[in-house]
């Protein structure tokens, strides 16, 4: 028995308007995507039949309103996995048009509740308190959210939003002075180096919880989710090794003239001794640093940069034994092991498509 899709259309306020499935009286076809750190995307699309009245194709295609909800659920009993929501989107376009052959469509659009962090700026001024801040990532990043779109945010507040506490998370920096920038491009920027994900998550009927989640939005399944030719769950895998623009010595030079000049040299010895050509030399000016420490720390920096370029690509397969959605997750890490060669891979994305010929789910993996 193949997986069972539903849509579940809901107001604004929440209320259920309609489960529409893939059958006569429901959808022609959808897609919709989820990404780490992304408000994601869907398509969800109609076509009036035949020996259908316009009046009833428009009654049947009325449930949908700007910013109402709309859930896609899947179960798949054959396989043990129960109704559970895939992916939770906001409406926020509706495309409709007649065709040569005098048919209709439908197409109904939007982006997931993360979306509704991009609806705000930061309104404050620079050096407030409100626009300049430092410390843990995490807290850095709910100030921001709770005070320009959150439960204290006054009149700009968004309806139903609430903040997750406050765990302590992340890596500290700073200061960050953001004033007048969309609030989503503000957590976005200091989650890239604040050792986290985020997220906006559906909690109840209209109501969403900003999160943060440590290290990495999923699980470590590293130990229980392995793809390899031999277990039938990859596809067309690629591995590349490239020591084209490797660099295992760095020349650093700081301040003076001449003979004068400091200079560092920082080297990998165990990736020289890998080879009797292994000493790969590049040179780094640092005349803006004033002390050893310094020019050891951009050298090193420089180091890790000229590593051997390693990658493992595939096409993860959906197999009895390992399935998005019961084996493994969004934001999970997972192993890929190829021609000998093993990599930690993280979920970082996937798509689902249907329609009433086929169906498919596309998953993206990236280095972790």
Same mark, same amino acid.
Request: hydrophobic fraction near 40%; charged fraction near 20%.
């Given at each position: 028995?193949?997986?069972?899709?539903?849509?579940?259309?809901?107001?604004?306020?929440?209320?259920?308007?309609?489960?529409?499935?893939?059958?006569?009286?429901?959808?022609?076809?959808?897609?919709?995507?989820?990404?780490?750190?992304?408000?994601?995307?869907?398509?969800?699309?109609?076509?009036?039949?035949?020996?259908?009245?316009?009046?009833?194709?428009?009654?049947?295609?009325?449930?949908?309103?700007?910013?109402?909800?709309?859930?896609?659920?899947?179960?798949?009993?054959?396989?043990?996995?129960?109704?559970?929501?895939?992916?939770?989107?906001?409406?926020?376009?509706?495309?409709?048009?007649?065709?040569?052959?005098?048919?209709?469509?439908?197409?109904?659009?939007?982006?997931?509740?993360?979306?509704?962090?991009?609806?705000?700026?930061?309104?404050?001024?620079?050096?407030?308190?409100?626009?300049?801040?430092?410390?843990?990532?995490?807290?850095?990043?709910?100030?921001?959210?709770?005070?320009?779109?959150?439960?204290?945010?006054?009149?700009?507040?968004?309806? =139903? $939003?609430?903040?997750?506490? +406050? *765990?302590?998370?992340?890596?500290?920096?700073?200061?960050? @002075?953001?004033? /007048?920038?969309? #609030?989503?491009?503000?957590?976005?920027?200091?989650?890239?180096?604040?050792?986290?994900?985020?997220?906006?998550?559906?909690?109840?009927?209209?109501?969403?919880?900003?999160?943060?989640?440590?290290?990495?939005?999923?699980?470590?399944?590293?130990?229980?989710?392995?793809?390899?030719?031999?277990?039938?769950?990859?596809?067309?895998?690629?591995?590349?090794?490239?020591?084209?623009?490797?660099?295992?010595?760095?020349?650093?030079?700081?301040?003076?003239?001449?003979?004068?000049?400091?200079?560092?040299?920082?080297?990998?010895?165990?990736?020289?001794?890998?080879?009797?050509?292994?000493?790969?030399?590049?040179?780094?000016?640092?005349?803006?640093?004033?002390?050893?420490? =310094? $020019?050891?720390?951009?050298? +090193? *920096?420089?180091?890790?940069?000229?590593?051997?370029?390693? @990658?493992?690509? /595939?096409?993860? #397969?959906?197999?009895?034994?390992?399935?998005?959605?019961?084996?493994?997750?969004?934001?999970?890490?997972?192993?890929?092991?190829?021609?000998?060669?093993?990599?930690?891979?993280?979920?970082?994305?996937?798509?689902?498509?249907?329609?009433?010929?086929?169906?498919?789910?596309?998953?993206?993996?990236?280095?972790?």
């Amino acid at each position: 028995m193949p997986e069972i899709w539903q849509v579940r259309v809901k107001a604004q306020d929440g209320s259920l308007a309609g489960v529409l499935t893939g059958q006569e009286d429901g959808f022609t076809g959808f897609s919709f995507n989820k990404t780490v750190n992304s408000p994601g995307s869907f398509l969800l699309y109609f076509m009036r039949r035949a020996s259908e009245e316009m009046a009833d194709f428009l009654t049947r295609t009325a449930i949908f309103e700007a910013d109402g909800q709309v859930e896609f659920w899947r179960a798949w009993p054959e396989m043990d996995i129960d109704w559970q929501v895939e992916g939770e989107y906001l409406a926020l376009a509706m495309r409709m048009y007649s065709t040569v052959e005098g048919g209709m469509m439908l197409y109904v659009s939007g982006r997931g509740p993360l979306d509704l962090i991009g609806r705000r700026i930061v309104e404050s001024c620079t050096d407030s308190a409100g626009a300049r801040k430092t410390g843990l990532a995490e807290a850095v990043i709910k100030e921001y959210v709770e005070e320009q779109a959150g439960p204290t945010a006054g009149a700009r507040a968004l309806p =139903g $939003l609430t903040v997750q506490p +406050d *765990a302590g998370g992340g890596i500290a920096g700073g200061p960050w @002075a953001k004033q /007048f920038q969309n #609030l989503l491009d503000v957590v976005q920027e200091i989650r890239q180096t604040g050792g986290g994900d985020i997220d906006v998550v559906g909690t109840g009927p209209a109501t969403y919880e900003f999160r943060w989640y440590e290290g990495q939005r999923g699980a470590d399944r590293t130990a229980n989710v392995l793809f390899a030719l031999g277990r039938g769950n990859m596809g067309q895998p690629e591995l590349n090794l490239s020591h084209l623009d490797e660099t295992t010595a760095v020349l650093v030079g700081g301040q003076g003239e001449g003979a004068a000049r400091q200079l560092v040299w920082r080297t990998d010895p165990v990736r020289m001794a890998q080879s009797p050509w292994g000493r790969r030399e590049r040179w780094r000016d640092a005349r803006q640093e004033a002390d050893v420490a =310094g $020019l050891d720390a951009l050298g +090193d *920096a420089y180091l890790v940069e000229g590593t051997p370029k390693e @990658a493992l690509t /595939f096409v993860p #397969l959906q197999v009895p034994g390992t399935l998005l959605g019961k084996h493994y997750f969004l934001g999970d890490l997972v192993t890929g092991s190829y021609a000998g060669y093993t990599a930690t891979k993280h979920v970082h994305s996937y798509t689902y498509s249907w329609s009433q010929e086929a169906q498919d789910v596309t998953v993206e993996l990236t280095d972790a």
